[in-house]
Nanobody, 124 residues
Framework: QVQLVESGGGLVQAGGSLRLSCAASGRTFRNYAMGWFRQAPGKEREFVATITWSGTSTYNADSVKGRFTISRDNAKNTVYLQMNSLKPEDTAVYYC?????????????????WGQGTQVTVSS
C-alpha cells in the first residue's frame, strides 16, 4: 500500500508559477514510477507528466511541454511538479499517482495508487 498526499495548489494569475508536492508513505518509494494527472470540471482526467523511479527520465504531455517540470527526491519520498507560465486552461484538480514499475507511464489505468488531489486555479 502506498499513501499519497498532494499539496501546493492554489489560486494564481495567468503567467504565474506554482509548485505541487506529493508526499508518499508506505512501500518503498523508489520502486515506483510516478505521474501527475489533472481533471478539469466536465472533462476526463488527463495525463500531465511522469517520471521513472530513478528520476533519470521524464515525459510530459504536449500541452505542458516547456512549462511544467516533474522531479522527485527519493530521500524525501516526494515528487514535485513545477508549473510555470500558467494559463487559465491549466485550471484543474491535480492528482499524483504511483505505479510499481521502473519505467514511466502516461496511461492512468496503469497506476494503482492515487492521491486525493489538489486544486489549481489560474485566473485570466
Amino acid at each position: 500500500q502506498v499513501q499519497l498526499v498532494e499539496s501546493g495548489g492554489g489560486l494564481v494569475q495567468a503567467g504565474g508559477s506554482l509548485r505541487l508536492s506529493c508526499a508518499a508513505s508506505g512501500r518503498t518509494f523508489r520502486n515506483y514510477a510516478m505521474g501527475w494527472f489533472r481533471q478539469a470540471p466536465g472533462k476526463e482526467r488527463e495525463f500531465v507528466a511522469t517520471i521513472t523511479w530513478s528520476g533519470t527520465s521524464t515525459y510530459n504531455a504536449d500541452s505542458v511541454k516547456g512549462r511544467f517540470t516533474i522531479s522527485r527526491d527519493n530521500a524525501k519520498n516526494t515528487v514535485y511538479l513545477q508549473m510555470n507560465s500558467l494559463k487559465p486552461e491549466d485550471t484543474a484538480v491535480y492528482y499524483c499517482a504511483a505505479v510499481r514499475s521502473y519505467y514511466y507511464s502516461s496511461t492512468s489505468s496503469e497506476y494503482k495508487y492515487w492521491g486525493q488531489g489538489t486544486q489549481v486555479t489560474v485566473s485570466s
